[in-house]
């Protein structure tokens, strides 16, 4: 399976994104799916997961702005991001969890101080 992540932007404070991840297999078949984001210099923080049947967990700083789903039937994980911080800029990637399959470029979210 490959993963293209899309929908990455400037944005300003407050302001909103969706991400998109489409995986070139099959990844209906895989549980939990996740979305995770990489600072420069630090390390990958998984945000978001969802498992097939749509049960979601979220990391404590994105609970209540950010919205994970999924379609199976398009192998496309989204994430909704809202009331964007300057804090949320990172590279997004999204992956199986735990992590399966290679990591692709991500999709880089840049929210302006």
């Known amino acids: 399976v490959q993963l293209q992540a899309s929908g990455g932007g400037l944005v300003q404070p407050g302001g909103s994104l969706r991400l998109s991840c489409a995986a070139s297999?099959?990844?209906?078949?895989?549980?939990?799916m996740g979305w995770y984001r990489q600072v420069p210099g630090k390390q990958r923080v998984l945000v978001a997961t969802?498992?097939?049947?749509?049960?979601?967990g979220y990391e404590n700083s994105v609970r209540g702005r950010f919205t994970i789903s999924r379609d199976n039937t398009k192998n496309t994980a989204y994430l909704r991001m809202n009331s964007l911080k300057p804090e949320d800029t990172a590279v997004y990637f999204c992956n199986a969890v735990p992590p399966t399959w290679s990591w692709g470029q991500g999709t880089l979210v840049t929210v302006l101080q």
């Open positions: 297999g099959s990844s209906s078949s895989i549980n939990v």
């Open positions: 969802i498992t097939h049947d749509g049960k979601i």
